[in-house]
């Protein structure tokens, strides 16, 4: 079965960089769309970034020109690049990924907290 697990997560302080893996397997990676969602305590779900399988990536309003979704088809992982890190980006990552056909998977998620 498909399984993602993500990697990277961890304190830092305002400013700061941090950069977000997530391991693929079980599953054609090439083929999958691939995205990072966050949910921060009390808040709402938000979809960060996405990659698609030819390579084109979105980005929320909140993230864009700070983050950079970036595949690597050969490794089977994605990752998300956070520069610029504020405290508003504390939350739980997850990624996902998602067939052509419509099945998906979501990994277990890893903390990202900014403070100083």
């Known amino acids: 079965q498909v399984q993602l697990v993500e990697s990277g997560g961890g304190l830092v302080q305002p400013g700061e960089s941090l950069r977000l893996s997530c391991a693929a397997s079980g599953m054609i990676f090439a083929i999958y769309t691939m995205a990072w969602y966050r949910q921060a305590p009390g808040k709402q779900r938000e979809l960060v970034a996405a990659a698609s399988p030819g390579g084109s990536t979105n980005y929320s309003a909140s993230v864009t020109g700070r983050f950079t979704i970036s595949r690597d088809n050969a490794k089977n992982t994605v990752y998300l690049q956070m520069n610029s890190l504020n405290p508003e980006d504390t939350a739980i990552y997850y990624c996902?990924?998602?067939?052509?056909?419509?099945?998906?998977?979501w990994g277990q998620g890893t903390q990202v907290t900014v403070s100083s």
């Open positions: 996902t990924a998602r067939h052509p056909l419509g099945t998906g998977a």
